[in-house]
């Protein structure tokens, strides 16, 4: 069984993530910030992960960073989603080792669940 982590501190867009992943079968668990993030990947490392960039305490930049300078996290799927749609930010976020970014406003749900299970496929 897959587990998800999604780390986002929009609670809307958590329920309807959650109950997509839900559904499709896969585990989730959720942090409100990057902090509890880091927290929650200590005890118990996810299969995928979606990341916001913008939130409380740590941001998902960090998250990016903490996850970069673990070798047993470093190879975690990392697809952002969020508000920020400038170019540096995008191009900082791949660069720090995001595999996917969505920007909320122009991609639905159901394109960010068929990108998890193109991540997930064994």
Do not use: C
């Not at 740590?58 to 996850?67: N, R, S």
């Amino acid at each position: 069984m897959n587990n998800i982590l999604i780390v986002e501190d929009e609670d809307f867009l958590i329920r309807a993530l959650q109950d997509n992943l839900t559904a499709e079968g896969y585990t989730v668990d959720t942090a409100k910030d990057g902090e509890e993030a880091i927290e929650k990947i200590g005890k118990k490392k996810p299969n995928l992960i979606l990341l916001d960039l913008l939130m409380p305490k740590k941001d998902g930049f960090y998250v990016l960073e903490e996850l970069k300078k673990n070798p047993q996290w470093k190879l975690i799927p990392v697809i952002v989603l969020s508000n920020i749609g400038e170019d540096t930010a995008i191009k900082r976020a791949m660069e720090m080792g995001a595999n996917d970014y969505f920007v909320k406003s122009q991609h639905p749900i159901e394109e960010v669940i068929e990108k998890v299970k193109e991540h997930l496929r064994p």
